[in-house]
């Protein structure tokens, strides 16, 4: 009983938001990307991308072959209506105009992610600056 107790009172797993530079960064072995996604598997937290990263990240082609290895390793996020309005709240309050960032940051704050793993941080951080909850940071 003691045993079943214990386990409902493990948190569940922090999130980690990864970008488009974070994803071309870790297929183009960036030495730094890699390590701070294996450090966060490694820690067991919940490694995710949203939907739209896909689209800033592959053409179609053959040349797709090392982000896709990266994509299969993570869990890609389908893009909620929810997720959807958040990016048009946040793009509103920050007075800024990419989408994909702010579906990102969307993701993060709909997802209780903790943390989003990004090339271009600051962005991100206007975005999230009422989220102090979520640490933006850079590849």
Not at 26 to 44: K, N
Not at 100 to 116: N, R
């Amino acid at each position: 009983m003691a045993r079943a107790a214990r386990a409902r009172a493990i948190p569940p797993p922090e999130r980690l938001i990864l970008d488009s530079g974070a994803i071309i960064g870790w297929s183009r072995g960036d030495i730094r990307a890699r390590a701070m996604v294996q450090r966060a598997v490694e820690l067991g937290l919940d490694v995710r991308v949203p939907v739209v990263v896909l689209a800033e990240t592959l053409r179609g082609s053959g040349r797709d072959a090392p982000v896709n290895r990266v994509l299969k390793a993570v869990d890609v996020l389908p893009t909620a209506a929810a997720v959807g309005r958040g990016a048009g709240a946040l793009l509103g309050r920050a007075g800024t105009e990419n989408i994909a960032d702010a579906l990102v940051a969307a993701e993060a704050v709909e997802s209780a992610a903790t943390t989003v793993l990004t090339g271009d941080p600051d962005d991100l951080t206007a975005l999230l600056i009422d989220r102090p909850e979520i640490t933006v940071r850079r590849v």
